[in-house]
């Protein structure tokens, strides 16, 4: 009895995992609609973008060399012409999206936001034929799912514990923190 019980327990959960997932994953499809949508219609998109960039012109940076970054905020509506009874600011922010290059080494970082909340972080860094990807899923209980590929190849829980793989684990901590860097940047840089 304890065992069919555990089972359908287990099955409840597995599934409500799966369903919160596929939110994000629709989620992010629907953004990612919207921004191509954007992209291609200009001003009668269907969401706005700030774009900051950092060293435009790649100058070389000491100890560096060639450096650019840049960061997109994409948002459906101007904080500040939100009706007052919606007027929570942070609900407007839907991706930051930051691409870095430097010398050898390109990253990708995206931070994707729903209701004012991170709800899925996407990581893709290049350097000299050698590609990795992270990605993390998260609900209002912090990280539930996180998937690290090196090479195109899937890494296992073992495999992310040792030497070889160890700067590859998912630091959730930090990516919540820069998540909540970008929404407060996006804020300050908004709300006048």
Request: aromatic residues 12%; proline residues 4%; glycine residues 4%.
């Amino acid at each position: 009895m304890r065992k069919i019980i555990f089972s359908i327990l287990l099955c409840t959960s597995l599934s409500a995992i799966a369903q919160t997932e596929t939110e994000i994953r629709n989620h992010y499809q629907d953004v990612d609609k919207k921004i191509a949508s954007s992209k291609e219609h200009a001003m009668e998109g269907e969401l706005y973008c700030n774009e900051w960039v950092s060293n435009k012109y790649s100058r070389s940076w000491p100890a560096v060399g060639i450096y650019n970054e840049t960061t997109d905020f994409w948002y459906d509506d101007d904080p500040n012409h939100l009706p007052p009874q919606d007027r929570d600011p942070k609900t407007s922010l839907l991706k930051v999206a930051i691409t870095r290059k430097s010398a050898q080494l390109t990253t990708n970082d995206e931070y994707l936001y729903k209701n004012g909340r991170l709800v899925f972080y996407y990581s893709r860094e290049g350097e000299e034929g050698k590609e990795r990807e992270t990605r993390i899923w998260f609900n209002a209980k912090g990280m539930f799912k996180s998937s690290v590929k090196a090479d195109g190849k899937e890494l296992s829980p073992k495999e992310l514990a040792t030497a070889e793989y160890s700067d590859f684990k998912p630091r959730t901590a930090v990516v919540l923190k820069d998540g909540k860097r970008y929404q407060d940047l996006y804020l300050k840089h908004m709300l006048y």
